[in-house]
């Protein structure tokens, strides 16, 4: 395959990836199913054309690092710590904390209750974690469509979701590989502190540097900085997810981050236009890892293995766990008003690379991969029957409204119109005069 061709395919997998998001607002399907169902389509292509066999899989591992900082990296642009809006911070955080462990508790008991094999609960959980994430790579472009309150709590649970479901995944390897369970705890929160620590000065460190870099080509060159605090933190087993986060963070609240004395060494306006520019390229740089990722994903997959019956009844249980630990959840901490988002669970990115970075012993051999992609797609199909469904009543609603409205202009409009008329029949009917009475 020449190298023109390759560049001609991706040239039009980015075109058809735009147009599967326009698509996707108008009729409320994820555009990440779009994205699988044309990598299963090349790969069917590819068999007919006897096409060599191609390993995938580190380039799948390569976009979902890179991704998932996009992800996160946006996703922080875009959170806003005003006083306001702290209780919903802390309830969808709180909200994202308790479904991920009790998710992954279930999925672990079910993992652990039917599938073959001698392993430890550990090794359950290990692989229950990343079926228990919401997929921020889904959601967040997905929820535009909702009121202002209900997109903000999506969008903050998907991404304490993402950033703790994460850090419990390598917690869980680090309790599960040699040494005592203390040890592991302890070296975990030692971790987790020194990385908040390496976060918030490296957080200060970058923004005061790069305000002061003139030359017009600096945003890669920030992300590329970002990328490498994140790989070097990941070598030393560092939760380096949250370097991306607090950055994020900072440069968007950068009026909170820098208050009193601090605010004299920031330049508002030079830190405005790298937010700004930070911005875009990041939404940008996120919309074409995701695309390459689900389409290499579904070339990846192997279709046969969702139709096993151990399968079907392992994934059913555990989307059944899923929607109903929310349902509960949601009914302690939100009250009656949450739909859409209870359905709004989608598995993606994250899950499938989490899967790819178990590593070799604390793998399960009787694990299916089928089970992933049947949560994947179940998960992504509930939450497009969602949307929709939304959707759909927010237009019944708007038109019920517009109804009422029209009737009751219509109501006031007749009443006008018999008043006129009464006071025009009373104008037009000649006045009757008093005159003798008759006589008999």
Do not use: C
């Not at 389509?41 to 068999?47: D, E, L, S, Y």
């Not at 306001?84 to 009790?102: C, E, H, N, R, T």
């Amino acid at each position: 395959m020449s190298a023109y061709t390759l560049v001609i395919a991706a040239s039009v997998l980015v075109i058809l990836s735009y147009f599967f998001n326009l698509l996707s607002k108008r009729i409320n399907v994820p555009s990440v199913l779009m994205l699988i169902v044309t990598g299963v389509i090349i790969k069917q292509t590819m068999n007919y054309f006897e096409v060599g066999r191609i390993d995938w899989f580190p380039y799948l591992e390569i976009l979902g690092i890179v991704g998932l900082i996009m992800i996160v990296l946006e996703a922080a642009l875009d959170l806003k710590l005003e006083k306001k809006k702290m209780p919903l911070i802390g309830k969808s955080a709180l909200i994202a904390l308790v479904g991920l462990v009790a998710s992954a508790g279930v999925a672990a008991v079910i993992i652990k209750t039917l599938l073959p094999g001698d392993f430890t609960w550990l090794q359950s959980m290990i692989y229950a974690v990343p079926l228990s994430i919401l997929s921020s790579a889904i959601i967040i472009p997905s929820v535009s469509f909702l009121p202002q309150q209900k997109k903000e709590f999506s969008i903050y649970e998907s991404t304490f979701s993402d950033i703790f479901g994460i850090m419990l995944f390598y917690f869980l390897i680090s309790l599960a590989g040699p040494g005592s369970s203390g040890d592991a705890v302890g070296g975990f929160f030692l971790s987790l502190v020194i990385t908040i620590v390496i976060s918030i000065v490296a957080s200060y460190g970058l923004v005061y540097i790069f305000q002061n870099i003139t030359s017009q080509v600096k945003t890669f060159l920030l992300i590329a900085v970002l990328i490498l605090l994140y790989a070097i933190g990941k070598q030393f087993h560092l939760s380096s997810l949250i370097i991306i986060l607090i950055f994020g963070l900072v440069i968007s609240n950068s009026e909170i981050f820098f208050p009193g004395f601090l605010n004299r060494t920031l330049k508002a306006e030079s830190v405005k236009t790298l937010f700004r520019e930070l911005h875009i390229v990041t939404a940008e740089t996120a919309f074409i890892v995701r695309t390459f990722f689900f389409i290499i994903f579904g070339i990846t997959l192997v279709l046969t293995s969702v139709l096993s019956i151990q399968v079907i009844l392992v994934s059913a249980l555990i989307l059944g766990s899923i929607y109903g630990l929310r349902f509960v959840i949601f009914q302690l901490f939100l009250g009656k008003d949450i739909y859409p988002e209870v359905y709004l669970a989608p598995r993606g990115l994250i899950t499938v690379l989490l899967f790819f970075a178990i590593p070799r012993e604390f793998q399960i051999p009787g694990f299916d991969n089928g089970i992933l992609l049947f949560v994947i797609i179940a998960t992504s199909l509930v939450m497009t029957w969602a949307m929709i469904r939304a959707n759909s009543k927010e237009v019944d609603e708007e038109v019920l409204e517009m109804l009422g409205r029209n009737d009751a202009e219509s109501t006031e409009n007749s009443r006008d119109s018999e008043d006129s008329n009464s006071d025009q029949l009373a104008t037009d009917t000649p006045a009757v005069e008093d005159g003798p009475e008759p006589q008999h």
